[in-house]
């Protein structure tokens, strides 16, 4: 910190000496603003001390208890309207069922029950689309990650007790679809 912060931080601590704050005019005026002081400049008892300036009038400051409020003379202030009882507030009109709720929900079931099926191998009739060395007829799921490649080995996965992540993505979002579509209901 500079020299003159310093004097700031000291002066609102209370650590500065008044002949400090009346030496430095602004240091006073900061004083007199924050503490309602009012110092007076010093004057050198030596005259090897004087710097030639006239003297300074002093102008005492009248304040009051409440000095924030700014006294404006020859204005008059208006009377404050009375107050007045609120109009009433129309009723909340009942929001209906929205058309996209009912979407969401159809959406949702169909989804779970396409996904569920799909685990417990129903759509492996399909599995004679696939038509490359590799197929085997033991493959009754379709692998969602890949169901664009259902004619060759990599759109099938094996049947029931082996789950991939994109079965687990499946059966999940299917049940956030229908949850999202009953907190809009």
């Known amino acids: 910190m500079d020299s003159y912060d310093e004097k700031v ?26 503490f309602g002081l009012t110092i007076e400049p010093i004057t050198p008892t030596k005259p090897s001390q004087s710097t030639g300036l006239p003297e ?30 609120m109009p009433g507030l129309p009723a909340i009109p009942k929001q209906e069922e929205k058309k996209s709720s009912r979407f969401l929900m159809f959406f949702g079931f169909s ?21 490359a060395d590799k197929c085997t007829a033991e493959a009754t799921r379709i692998n969602w990650i890949d169901i664009h ?19 687990y993505v499946a059966l999940a979002c299917s049940i956030v679809v229908i949850l999202i579509a009953f907190r809009k209901k």
């Open 9 to 34: 931080k000291r002066l609102l601590d209370g650590e500065i000496d008044e002949s400090e704050i009346a030496a430095d005019p602004v240091l006073a005026s900061l004083a007199e603003r924050i």
């Open 56 to 85: 300074v009038e002093v102008v005492t400051a009248v304040t009051t208890q409440d000095s924030m409020i700014e006294v404006i003379p020859g204005a008059t202030p208006k009377p404050l309207p009375l107050p007045q009882e």
């Open 111 to 131: 989804s779970l029950t396409v996904a569920a099926a799909n685990v417990f191998g129903l759509f492996g009739f399909l599995n004679s689309q696939c038509v």
């Open 149 to 167: 490649n259902i004619s060759n080995e990599q759109g099938w996965s094996m049947p029931f007790p082996t789950l991939g992540i994109p079965d």
